[in-house]
């Protein structure tokens, strides 16, 4: 399995990892005649993720939603790949990063912060290049792949600029080793529990939902900083991540107010321009048990 592991990534990924953009960007657009047309990856999932997410639109209008997220499903794949081999510079001529000011203050506050976001447009590249323009020591949380290889591979892609990675099992030793240091705390907020008799309920694009406490916990814990990375599609390949507070004084805050503020901004978000959501997610597998 490594061997076969290795040859598709130095024969195949390697490859078009090292297009330039205008290349890299055709080659997405064959992925999508072969994603939505030819061997369709997940089409019906999609759709039914978004009637039940936005009963108001008609079917028409849904479609045509699933088809503009395909595309950039496809520019999201090659996007990731181009991390393996691009340049800062390349990637950071495509990242406008708003606010960043947030993070500073409260570097010179001597407080470390939580980064919140959703798997909305490109999530990656604001990740990998934050160690050029946070004061902060930047970390990101990541699940590790049973495939050793490309975990490996993975971790080095979006290590190289300075990232510092925890995976999901390390968390809280993380924390623990990190706490005298000032830090960002990464997170994506909106997987679906691995135990969702561990989340916390709550209505989510029109669906009963189970939330992750992850974000809640520690900044309780710890008392940090909560913001969220709002995320906006500018172009094909440009991005913009604008920071705003979720909260200063989390210790403050009712219990579930922290999960509940960024489930909102994040639903704010993709209601706004719902084709850069992760729709091939089975973000609705759990159902709440009544008993």
Known sequence: MQVLSAILYHLIILPISLLPFPLLYLFSDFLFVVFYFVFPYRKKLVLENLRRSFPEKKE??????????????????????????????????????????????????????????????????????????????????????SNKFFDTALQRSRSRFGLKLMSTKEVQQFFVQHERELCTYGFINDQSPGDPRRGHWMTFLNQDTCMLLGVESYAVKYNLPIAYAIITKISRGHYRYEYKLITEHPTTMEKFAITEACARMNESIIQQAPAYWLWTHRRWKHKRRRD
């Open 60 to 145: 028409k209008e849904l479609q045509s939603i699933r088809k503009e997220f395909y595309r950039h499903f496809c520019d999201l794949v090659v996007e990731s790949l181009k991390t393996f081999t691009a340049s800062p510079t390349a990637i950071q001529k495509r990242v406008e990063l708003v606010n960043l000011e947030l993070l500073e203050r409260f570097h010179r506050e001597g407080r470390s912060v939580i980064l919140v976001t959703g798997h909305y447009a490109n999530w990656e590249w604001p990740a990998i290049t934050l160690p050029f323009h946070s004061s902060h020591i930047a970390t990101g949380i990541y699940k590790k792949l």
